[in-house]
């Protein structure tokens, strides 16, 4: 007779209905939200933004014709992604999130080594800030 204990199986429920319930990121749902001009930049984008000498339109340009490379359903703060598109030539990667009904802008810059091989791959991971 196998038996089980309520935590374990409670365990298993909310870790059941968690995975069922996460909400994904919708790279058109952001597109739409982009071209609505519903978005906002955090203080940290803004500054790696700036850092990077991104416009605000090459940003805009990347989130139009980006792609999605990484999901991040639950970082504490609700879902976000990792999206990897292009102005022009200038590859450009940017962490969005939700503010309300707004797409939050959480982090941009250019990928670049060690961190990216190219636009959608990771480096190896040599230390606890990779």
Known sequence: MVTFSLGRILS?????????????????????????????????????????????????????????????PDTGRGESCLIVGFAEDVPIHVVCGWRGDKVALVTVYIPRPPKFIDPWTRGEKTDAKN
């Open 12 to 72: 298993f429920f909310k870790k059941t209905f968690k995975a069922l319930f996460q909400r994904r990121m919708d790279i058109e749902k952001i597109k739409t939200k982009v071209r609505a001009n519903l978005y906002v930049y955090t203080h940290h984008a803004e500054i790696e933004r700036k850092a990077d000498e991104l416009t605000h339109s090459q940003v805009e340009e990347a989130l139009l014709n980006g792609e999605i490379l990484e999901q991040y």
